[in-house]
């Protein structure tokens, strides 16, 4: 039992260390990547382009950002949810605590229960 604990904790700490060594597009904000990693830890919307013409969104705290992918960990679930970066269109990162915005019951969101400014 301690050692799938133990793996579970190894697991969850996966995010990318920066040095002088790293890749500009993690370090230089200019790049996505780059700029999504100050975004860490926000409850964000995350709309992608699958195909030519087909928009789907993913809300969630942004986890941890690579070169070329996003983890947010999902508001209805609390799974990690592995995204790739080039299918992103649109990202919109709320302003407030996420966790103090999903305790707000009076909120009455169809889709997303708690989140009422997506």
Do not use: H
Not at 28 to 57: M, S
Request: glycine letters at 4%; aromatic letters at 10%.
């Amino acid at each position: 039992m301690a050692n799938i604990e133990e793996s579970q904790n190894q697991r969850e700490n996966r995010n990318v260390n920066i040095d002088q060594n790293s890749p500009e597009i993690l370090t230089n904000n200019i790049y996505t990547p780059a700029f999504l990693r100050e975004q860490i830890g926000k409850l964000l919307r995350v709309e992608f382009l699958i195909g030519t013409n087909n928009l789907t969104d993913r809300i969630g705290i942004l986890e941890d950002v690579g070169a070329s992918y996003i983890l947010l960990r999902s508001i209805e679930s609390n799974n990690l949810v592995y995204c790739d970066i080039y299918a992103i269109k649109f990202v919109t990162m709320s302003s407030s605590n996420p966790y103090e915005r999903m305790n707000m019951s009076m909120m009455n969101n169809r889709y997303y229960p708690g989140i009422s400014n997506f």
